[in-house]
T-cell receptor, first 115, second 114 residues
């Protein structure tokens, strides 16, 4: 069974600084997708970034980038130039390409951005 | 693009009544939608997978007679909490599958059963 682990329950960062959220996963599959979702206080789940396991290049979306280490089964999220609006719960998630009806979520990391 | 709406955003009902929550994909068709439940300060718990034109697939421990799911069109799935009780109070979130791998989420529905 696949599992996703987020070992940092809470993180904080000062505005304009950079922060990295960690995520590790366990799977025997070779093809899969990894996601980071953001849940701000409004509780709306927002897709931040997506990575396909067969792509070696790390995904990037503006200030958000990932460090995908397939051999280590690690998928960390880097937020550059942190903004107050980045304050949210961040969930790492895994999807097996052979079973695309389920997202496996981590327990989340609560990120607080301070002015 | 990839916008999912949910209605109502919050609902308060009396114990024993039924509540229907709608989930719509506004700008894309979704043959598969999902229903989650989220307890305070916890991750999302998948309740069921809703497939257009067929019966929903429920996760272990989720009562299908309690949580009725209908996916009658490519843009609409509904979750009906039947004979709701206070323990059903929660935050319910739907998502819709765009393409083959990315789920886009609705804004959620807060249910309070008195």
């Amino acid at each position: 069974a696949q599992t996703v682990t987020q070992s940092q329950p809470e993180m904080s960062v000062q505005e304009a600084e950079t922060v990295t959220l960690s995520c590790t996963y366990d799977t025997s599959e070779s093809n899969y997708y990894l996601f980071w979702y953001k849940q701000p206080p409004s509780r709306q789940m927002i897709l931040v970034i997506r990575q396909e396991a067969y792509k070696q290049q790390n995904a990037t979306e503006n200030r958000f980038s990932v460090n995908f280490q397939k051999a280590a089964k690690s998928f960390s999220l880097k937020i550059s130039d942190s903004q107050l609006g980045d304050t949210a719960m961040y969930f790492c998630a895994f999807m097996n390409t052979r079973n695309t009806d389920k997202l496996i979520f981590g327990t989340g990391t609560r990120l607080q951005v301070f002015p | 693009g990839a916008v999912v709406s949910q209605h109502p955003s919050w609902v308060i009902c009396k114990s024993g009544t039924s509540v229907k929550i709608e989930c719509r994909s506004l700008d894309f068709q979704a043959t598969t939608m999902f229903w989650y439940r989220q307890f305070p300060k916890q991750s999302l718990m998948l309740m069921a997978t809703s497939n257009e034109g067929s019966k929903a697939t429920y996760e272990q421990g989720v009562e299908k007679d309690k949580f009725l799911i209908n996916h009658a069109s490519l843009t609409l799935s509904t979750l009906t909490v039947t004979s709701a009780h206070p323990e059903d109070s929660s935050f319910y979130i739907c998502s819709a599958l765009a393409g083959q791998e990315t789920q886009y989420f609705g804004p959620g529905t807060r249910l309070l059963v008195l």
